[in-house]
């Protein structure tokens, strides 16, 4: 063979080399997003999610990849999502932002790891069986807890004037019905009347507030679901027309103008899911993973919406508050 035939042929084999080994370089895992919102109504934990992931040592675009899949507030659509990303073989679905998106993921596998988040009790509609030992291909985080549920009601019977309080719950969100049912037992010890309002569209929550105009209820408690952190703004708008005293679920309900907000840190609960992605990814099995419940609880009291509700927030109940909106 003549030099410059030789030459020429290592030479060929030696640009081939970096093609080959970018050919072989492994892909990317990949990871399912499903979620009962949209971008914009999970755009303020977003961050707070992606922190766990980096906490577990993972970047979008830089060593993994995400596919979001937005039901944006239509429960319906979450099992076609949830076949869609496992017909694409993600390594882990994150079930994030509701109990429908978590239960559709889990009906679509029993073999792709689910970690989700969600607002209510992961127990009792059956997303695991023990929170300490979740079995099987799914853990998550959960800001719930009961006493915050019960806690609700001490906040609303001091607000109520003794009359009736309203609970609006999702009938399509089990975890709101189960809100709903611990209310009305927790009620029936103290001798308080609950009058349940049921929505699962935004029709439904004009409907019920005709009924708490009947009904002349004097306090609402508004369960944790999607749709009720939808349509935040039209619940904050509707409860200040009837100068209606009002307990939400999430700060950012009071911040965006309603009364009273009780519950957990949301965005905690995202960034541990995150972390749990993370960790999956790199190869633990969800069942090993616990639950993640919320140890840290705020209430928040808008100040700015009582004076322009007219209403008179109790001392005792202003002791209480950990951030006041003035």
Known sequence: MRRRDFMTLVGGAAAAWPLAARAQKPAMPVIGFLSSLSPQELGFVMPAFHQGLSEAGFGEGRNITIEYRWAEGHYERLPVLAADLVRQQVAVIAAISGTPAA????????????????????????????????????????????????????????????????????????????????????????????????????????DAFAAIVQQRIGALIVSSDPLFFIEREKLVVLTARHALPTIFADREQAEAGGLISYGANRPEAYRQAGTYVGRVVKGERPGDLPVVLPTKFDLLINLKTAKALGLEIPPTVLARADEVIE
């Open 103 to 206: 239960l559709a993921a889990k009906a679509a596998t029993t073999t792709i790891p689910i970690v989700f988040a969600i607002g209510g009790d992961p127990v009792a509609p059956g997303l695991v069986s023990n929170i300490g030992h979740p079995e099987g291909n799914i853990t998550g985080a959960s800001f719930y807890t009961s006493p915050v549920v019960t806690k609700r009601l001490d906040l609303a019977n001091e607000l109520s004037g003794g009359r009736t309080i309203g609970v609006f719950v999702n009938p399509e969100n089990p975890p709101s019905v189960t809100e709903g049912t611990t209310l009305q037992e927790a009620a029936a010890t103290l001798g308080q009347t609950i009058q349940i309002l049921n929505a699962s569209t935004e029709g439904h929550i004009d």
